[in-house]
Structure formats: structure tokens, C-alpha cells
């Protein structure tokens, strides 16, 4: 079994940055963090592999958003800069006992989210 746990979210001024921590609980192979705007489907964001740091990031995404991991912490982050309006979200981490993947039904466990939220 595997435990989530989300933090650092809150409101930013448009053009700054947050950081997202995420506890880790249990033995898992990747995570990922993905985000969900009230009226939009979830969306990916990036992941890790939790052995060899491998990482994957939505196109969209690749240059404001770096996802890492601190192993002996058991801790996950989000670095998001350069943030925009459109980045406000509930943020999600989530695990995989898979391959680092982008969709949402690849993994097995979920946070409850922290919200984010950029003001123009």
C-alpha cells in the first residue's frame, strides 16, 4: 500500500513560482504529478521513474515545470515557474507500480491534491 501526501500549494502572482512537495509512503516505481481545473478533464503534468530519475512532461509543460524526487527523503516535488492564470489547478501526485506513463489509469494510488491558484 501506498500513502500520498501533497503540500506547498496556495496563491501566486502571475510570473512566479511554488513548489509542490509530495510524502511517500510504500515502495513504488513511478510518480507522477497530474492537475484538474474545475470544468476540465485531468490533465498530465510530469513524472519519474522513482530508480533512475528518468523523467517525462507534457509538451506543454517542458521548460516551466520540473518534476525530481529526493529518495532518501521519500519525497516528490513539482517546481513550477514562470506560472500563468491558466496553470490555477487542484494538483494531484500519483503512483505506478508501472513505466512512467501520462495516463491518469496507469496509476495505482492517489493524493487528495493541493490547490494552486495564479492570479492575473
Known amino acids: 500500500q501506498v500513502h500520498l501526501a501533497e503540500s506547498g500549494g496556495g496563491l501566486v502572482q502571475t510570473g512566479g513560482s511554488l513548489r509542490l512537495s509530495c510524502a511517500v509512503s510504500?515502495?513504488?516505481?513511478?510518480m507522477g504529478w497530474f492537475r484538474q481545473a474545475p470544468g476540465k478533464e485531468r490533465e498530465f503534468v510530469g513524472a519519474i521513474a522513482w530508480i533512475g530519475g528518468n523523467t517525462y512532461y507534457a509538451d506543454s509543460l517542458k521548460g516551466r515545470f520540473t518534476v525530481s524526487r529526493d529518495n532518501a527523503r521519500n519525497t516528490l516535488y513539482l517546481q513550477m515557474n514562470s506560472l500563468k492564470p491558466e496553470d490555477t489547478a487542484l494538483y494531484y501526485c500519483?503512483?505506478?507500480?508501472?513505466?512512467?506513463?501520462?495516463?491518469?489509469?496507469?496509476?495505482?494510488?492517489w493524493g487528495q491534491g493541493t490547490q494552486v491558484t495564479v492570479a492575473s
Open positions: 500519483a503512483a505506478s507500480n508501472g513505466r512512467v506513463g501520462a495516463r491518469g489509469l496507469e496509476y495505482d494510488y
Open positions: 510504500g515502495r513504488t516505481f513511478t
